[in-house]
DNA sequence: GTCTATAAAGTGATAGAC
DNA sequence: GTCTATCACTTTATAGAC
């Protein structure tokens, strides 16, 4: 249940976050005031700095709640993967999967609706910047330097710099597709369909997949594409 | 050359729209006040009502400026490509090539340094919801729909729905790329080199093929993925 | 822990002189 | 087209009563 103004059951300190997560989704963080999220939780204006000492403070909190869980259960599963085969590089689809699966986990967890969660979470992964707190910027290093380790293992043709580069990329698309969904059924006039969350995780794994293994047993990702190279007067 | 404070040469209005642009890189487009792009360009206060009618007048110029350009110049480029090949399907690259060659085109046509000028680029194209003037938004929906029919031909054995999420896929890993080319340097330690644009360009376009191509020959694009499905303990 | 009242600073916008 | 002065409003934060 969803915790707004009314729901004196729980605890204010509790409807807060839930006020400014929803809010932060919907808005971005930086549109949303004290005052609009005091007031959808039904908490006093002060709450905010009583509960959490400034409003910086509350979207720390915010920000914390889900990037950690997230990253460790990437980790975690990670383990599990490589612990099954011993040393031997995996399969790419399933490191893949590791890497997005805790979305899927972590969406039950939260009072959101899907949706909502994966607004969040992209405006939150699509963060400029140096805005993070230190503990989930270091976080995101610890975890992608292992992810890199076990796609560099997976993917033993590609160099060192464009296992970071197709990293980059591979997050990018899955940033991108969860925090937009929206604006993809507005653009193609409703012809995306209504996928399931588990039917979209599956088209990513499989895109991303084939993008991270291109190639990778033959020539290096720095030659030229094949593409025309056309002269444009612009 | 760039245009602040003191370059009286430069028209002022013309000095607001490039100040604001390179604040709004920065920044977002929520964190900067009228007086911060006042200030930096060297103008009056007042300025940016008299020249824009308001704050929003001038976002809505920004917004504009570079979106529109790329849009016209993809299209554009599509369009000498079809012509050569006169009704058979292009190859995957080369609209790819069409898709993204238009910011290296218009980098050079902005005051901002490439840096500056893809974080804009990142923070605009990344808009959530509807906060885009609606002559952008068709600009959007006309382009997309063209390179959905190209992309279409190109990959016979796709369903429409399957392409309109993976050029949503594609796109996501450009625009995330581009926006975001620090935070993979921080996070990487540095191992990701200091590939030039056009390496850039070439990775995200071998990446994006590969991922669009997948499985066009053979399995529709909701069959599971092969990966584990681990029950995870959550 | 919650509330009211208020402080202190910043916001976009505008009228009117030059 | 530029400037000053100022308005009306909102912002975060806090002191102090309950």
């Known amino acids: 249940m969803s915790a707004v103004a009314g729901d004196s059951k729980v605890a204010t300190k509790q409807r807060l976050i839930e006020a400014a997560e929803a809010l ?7 549109r949303v005031s004290v005052r609009d999220i005091t007031t959808k939780a039904g908490a006093n204006v002060a709450a905010v700095n009583y509960h959490f000492g400034s409003r910086e403070g509350l979207v720390a909190v915010v920000l914390t709640r889900y990037i950690n ?67 989930v910027e270091n976080g995101f290093i610890t975890m992608l330097n292992r992810f890199h380790k076990a796609l560099a293992k997976a993917l033993p043709g590609l160099a060192a ?32 369909g209504n996928p399931t969350l588990e039917q979209t995780l599956s088209r990513f794994i499989r895109f991303a997949a084939a993008g991270m293994r291109q190639g990778a047993d033959e020539a290096p990702d720095d030659v030229k594409p094949k593409g025309p190279q056309v002269e444009f007067p612009f």
Chains 1, 2 share one sequence.
């Open 24 to 30: 932060f989704a919907d808005e971005g963080f930086d």
């Open 161 to 192: 710099e464009d296992v970071w580069w197709r990293i980059h990329l591979m997050a990018g698309a899955m940033i991108h597709t969860m925090a937009h969904a929206e604006s993809l059924q507005r653009f193609s006039g409703g012809d995306s």
């Open 69 to 135: 869980p997230v990253n460790e259960e990437r980790l975690a599963r990670l383990d599990i993967l490589e612990r099954r085969v011993a040393g031997k590089p995996l399969p790419v689809e399933e490191i893949l999967d590791a890497f997005v699966r805790p979305f899927a986990t972590q969406v039950r967890r939260s009072e959101l609706s899907e949706k909502l969660f994966f607004k969040l979470m992209g405006r939150m992964f699509g963060q400029q910047g140096c805005d993070l707190p230190p503990v």
